[in-house]
């Protein structure tokens, strides 16, 4: 009897333990599904404001970009400038590349790398100069919105792509080989070469749709379970190494891994919302302007055959370098001002 009654009252025991359990667990699924419904709910309206406003920028730059290279604009300022990328070891290739990659994107500069002979050690200064300065408009774009002059950040990518390719000019030794082209661009007319261009920009611009979405509802689910701050701590070290402001290392992370193109969308949301101030903005533009996509656009280019440490490190240096020289450039200008007044 004694042990009938223990057996009772153990098995009660377990049942309510097993309910507080599964109310415990129904109340934690209920508390994640709203905080991801509120998180959808309150990027998507942002997301899509950024993501239109993009497009505006991206469609028309590179319609403007296909008509130049159609007529052969592209290829008569490259004959011009020719002269001066000879100081830098390159050839006269290399500019038509080089402002090719102004306008448009890493893929635009690497098919139209793919069609040329150039030697390793040119073809690596070219990469660096690239990965720098491409995306002008729109990533300066991106940028202004965020607290940096536009014609601050094209200035500054230029310069450092000039800068990178003299650097490298002078310390990368002779190398052997070079990168064999693949099939030559072929015009087929205008009508044909339009419907490729079509299909190229309507794929970029689902992308953009929908990565600047999602990494806008996943930087506020990062941020609403807490798991930002210690996705960022490791890097703090770095950040300051780096001259960056702690509250920039989420960013700094999105712009290496996805670029500035779809990292921007995070950044204009967190300035928009007051979490970002102008001037921290600023210091992350500078390194960033020079610096990013270290992922996707490297192995783009190794995958041509370039050395990833050559294609890493330039461009991770004078970023570092670029964002000391603006703190310097403040801190010399609050002196200035309050030794006017």
Known sequence: ?????????????????????????????????????????????????????????TIPIAFGVFLLDYIGILEWIALITEPLFALFGLSGNASVILITSFFTNIYSVIAVMATLDMPVREGIILANMCLIAHALIVESGIQKKTGSSAIRMVFLRVFASFLAAWILNQILPEMEGTIKAG???????????????????????????????????????????????????????????????????????VAYTLGLSYGGAVMIGQSVEGKLSSNDADLL???????????????LFAAVGFSIPWLIFPRFMIAVLAVWLRRLEISLRTRGRLRMA
Do not use: Y
């Not at 390194?287 to 490297?298: G, K, L, P, V, Y």
């Open 183 to 253: 099939a030559s661009i072929m015009r087929e007319g205008f009508l044909p070469d339009f419907l490729s261009w079509l299909k190229s920009i309507t794929i970029t611009s689902i992308k953009i749709v929908v990565l600047v979405n999602l990494l806008l509802i996943l930087q506020r689910l990062l941020q609403e379970f807490g798991i930002l701050k210690w996705l960022v701590r490791p890097f703090h070290p770095l950040l300051k190494i780096m001259g960056l402001p702690r509250n920039t290392g989420f960013l700094w992370l």
């Open 1 to 57: 009897m004694q042990v009938e009654c223990e057996s009772n009252l153990f098995a009660k025991f377990a049942i309510n333990i097993s309910g507080f359990l599964i109310q415990k667990i129904l109340l934690v699924t209920t508390k994640i599904r709203s905080t991801i419904l509120n998180a959808v709910k309150q990027s998507l309206p942002q997301g899509m404001k950024t993501a239109i406003w993009l497009l505006k920028l």
């Open 285 to 299: 533009n500078h390194h960033i302007a020079i610096s990013h996509s270290q992922f996707e656009d490297t192995l």
